[in-house]
């Protein structure tokens, strides 16, 4: 049992590491507002997981390898939702055009900022309807539980493979949100604070493309 949980637990830090619509969302949110909220929004991002892993759990992974078009209706929702989300974000930027980075101004830019981020104010929702946008996340699941979590693996078993990855999970991003949320960075945002939004609002528009053209050019 220890064998299969260091297993599961290591190949899933690997993917918390890779960069996504997550890891950018808590960056800037550490970076522009404060730790506190970066936090909540960690608390969103591990709510979205706590939902995709515990329909992978329960099977449901199986649901989309039968339906494909409920798989990419899912996807296409979810890169529109991370397109609308780059869009509050470049649009906060270019409203701030001109906008000189003092202490006072980069508060300002970073409140219109957090204001215009696609409608959703709260770090919580932010973070859990990011996560939620990517559909991927119960294939990839799914595809951990289907490899090593095999049938003679017990529900205790099971159970403790959940809680361990939803608390490694929140970990990693918390250790995430404390780092950017550092006095230097947030320091060194104030000089930086247009350059920091366009890059998130261009990095999120690419994650929302990169789901609407897949789904797109596996329909034609």
């Known amino acids: ?17 890779s960069p ?57 929702a979810g890169g529109c939702y991370l397109l609308w989300m780059a869009f509050g974000i470049l649009r906060s930027v270019w409203m701030t055009r001109g906008v000189k980075p003092s202490a006072e101004k980069a508060e300002a830019h970073a ?5 215009k981020t696609g409608g959703v104010k709260h770090p919580f929702l932010y973070g859990f309807f990011t996560n939620l946008a990517n559909p991927k996340a119960l294939v990839y699941f799914g ?35 404390l780092l950017f ?10 000089r930086i604070a247009r350059a920091i939004d366009a890059v998130t609002g261009v990095l999120f528009a690419g994650f929302g493309i990169g789901l609407v053209v897949s789904v797109l050019r596996n329909e034609a």
């Open 111 to 115: 409140d219109a900022s957090s204001d």
């Open 20 to 76: 996504g619509p997550d890891f950018v969302f808590v960056t800037r949110t550490a970076i522009v507002e404060s730790r506190a909220r970066a936090i909540l929004g960690v608390a969103g991002i591990v709510a979205g997981q706590i939902i995709w892993s515990g329909l992978s759990l329960l099977g449901l992974d199986i649901l989309f390898q039968e339906f494909a078009g409920l798989q990419k209706i899912i996807a296409f």
């Open 143 to 177: 595809s951990i539980f289907s490899t090593f979590v095999t049938p003679d693996v017990d529900a205790s078993a099971r159970l403790l493979l959940f809680v361990t990855m939803t608390v490694e999970a929140f970990l990693w991003f918390a250790a995430v949100a």
């Open 1 to 17: 049992m220890l064998a299969l949980l260091g297993s599961i637990l290591v190949i899933h830090l690997f993917a918390l590491m």
């Open 181 to 190: 949320g550092s006095g230097p960075l947030r320091e060194g945002y104030r």
